[in-house]
């Protein structure tokens, strides 16, 4: 089954590798593996050693390929678009398999003289190891449905919907894999809202800010591995806050472990006036 590479530079620009001119796929190596290290220890009386874990490292990529056309012009273009010590992000495609990963450009390599062809070779590094969906995944909990349209005509002494309000606190996240990945919760408040919180009622874990929340107002909340965060922005100001600090004691950055996974989000007071959204990238160990 052919296979389709797009890779999209920092800059927004991309380009595409198939087995057609003018970039001819050759080798892509490093998408399929999943390599890890065994961490154990040993006694100087013991038999065998100790299990202490499996650490995942970074995974290299490398694609190689032919120019068949406009080899100068071409050849060019691939350094434009892969200048070293950027990041871009890679996009896999292979019969139903759709993938992204991100990743610093470390090395690429086109001879200058040839033939009426040109290898080339690209060498990408991927500091979290992990492919992911293309689309995210976002459960809405006690969000707002709009009834609004046009054209516009009230009723005599029975008014109109504006909006109908989803009065679940709760939803449900399926994670196939075997990876626990991170996530991004966003509470919005539609008037006072006191300390909101998400809960898994799976693993029994929270996450809670210690926040009074006015209308309009918004927290954000990643829990990503290399990204863990907490920002607040204020409808007055519109300035995004750091707030780290005001995470509960006994909270933590809820990821979506693997299996069924039943959220629910609340508030010590105005949980009627909290909006909540999840939005996660299920994660691959590869492709």
Known sequence: MERTLIYENYKGETITF?????????????????????????????IGTTWNGTSIGQRDLTIKGVITKNIQENRLLLFDLFPLDTEGTLYYYEGNIERKIKCVVEKISIPEKGGYTRDFSISLICPNPHFSAIEATILSMATWTAAFKFPLQIPHDVGIKFGIKNTTSMGT????????????????????VVNPYLFNVNT??????????????????????????????????????????????????????????????????????????????????AV
């Not at 198939?18 to 009386?45: M, Q, R, W």
């Not at 626990?180 to 539609?190: E, L, P, R, S, V």
């Not at 954000?220 to 707030?243: Q, R």
């Open 18 to 46: 198939t087995y057609k001119p003018p970039f001819v796929l050759s080798i892509c190596d490093g998408f399929h593996e999943v390599v890890g290290t065994v961490n154990s220890v040993s006694s100087a009386y013991g």
């Open 173 to 192: 996240a399926e994670n196939e894999t075997n990876i626990d990945y991170g996530m991004t919760i966003t509470f919005k408040a539609n008037d006072t």
């Open 204 to 285: 029994r874990e929270i996450m809670q800010i210690e926040k009074t929340m006015s209308a309009g107002d918004k927290i954000i909340i990643t829990t990503h591995i290399d990204n863990k965060n907490i920002i607040f922005i204020s409808t007055s100001s519109e300035k995004e806050e750091n707030i780290n600090y005001l995470k509960t004691y006994g909270s933590v950055y809820l990821q979506v472990p693997s299996g069924t996974n039943t959220f629910r989000s609340g508030a010590d007071s105005g949980e009627d006036n909290l909006e909540t959204t999840i939005e996660f990238l299920p994660e691959y160990e």
